[in-house]
């Protein structure tokens, strides 16, 4: 009973390849998030998403492309991969009306050689 | 550019003590506070959100939230070794749904 999955868990690649992540929730909830954890564990927002429709977008290179089927799903693509894209991406969910409470999924490890 | 501010740590506390970890926003417009818990290698899990001035508990866990001051923190009764873990606080900063997290505080109670 999975709330926030998140495949692949592990991700390794080359520089200049493209990947994407996906990302599911079953709790029924309406906003659906990206963020990104570095090395140094600093949690940063990267998309969010409101009934499909693209609420925040931060100052993320266009190389990142997130693309939401529906509510219950967020991907992210990622173009021409860089060794500085190497870090922990989260997906997270959070439910109307609550002041943004968040559920994270288990996470994915990219890394970039 | 808004900020939540949190002590990197470690704090570390005896089995049993009172851990507290605080944490200070840079907008004085933000309404929402949340308390994570960050075990190594895994998801961040809320514990804890406030929303108005003053205290808030749940079992051994204690909010407090001063706006006036501009800070939040939160108290762990009777720490115990599994609550050794990075606790982030997160602040609604930015409004509609937007989050910021602090960079953490990294727990360790010492059995």
């Known amino acids: 009973d999975t709330a926030v999955s998140q495949t692949p868990k592990y991700l390794v690649t080359q520089m200049g390849n493209d990947k994407s992540i996906k990302c599911e929730q079953n709790l029924g909830h309406d906003t659906m998030y990206w963020y990104k954890q570095d090395s140094k564990k600093f949690l940063k927002i990267m998309f969010s998403?409101?009934?499909?429709?693209?609420?925040i977008n931060e100052t993320v290179p266009n190389r990142f492309s997130p693309k939401s089927p529906d509510k219950a799903h967020l991907n992210l693509h990622i173009n021409s991969l860089e060794l500085g894209d190497s870090a922990v991406y989260f997906c997270?969910?959070?439910?109307?009306?609550?002041?943004?409470?968040?559920?994270f999924g288990p996470g994915t490890r990219l890394t970039v050689t | 550019q808004k900020e939540v501010e949190q002590n990197s740590g470690p704090l570390s506390v005896p089995e049993g003590a009172i851990a507290s970890l605080n944490c200070t926003y840079s907008d004085r417009g933000s309404q929402s506070f949340f308390w994570y818990r960050q075990y190594s290698g895994k998801s961040p899990e809320l514990i804890m959100f406030?929303?108005?001035?003053g205290d808030k508990e749940d079992g051994r866990f204690t909010a407090q939230l001063n706006k006036a001051s501009q800070y939040v923190s939160l108290l762990i009764r009777d720490s115990q070794p599994s609550d050794s873990a990075t606790y982030l606080c997160a602040v609604n900063s930015g409004g509609y749904q937007k989050v910021t997290f602090g960079t953490g505080t990294k727990l360790q109670v010492i059995p």
């Open positions: 406030i929303y108005s001035n």
């Open positions: 997270a969910s959070s439910p109307p009306g609550t002041g943004d409470e968040q559920y």
């Open positions: 998403y409101n009934n499909k429709e693209l609420i």
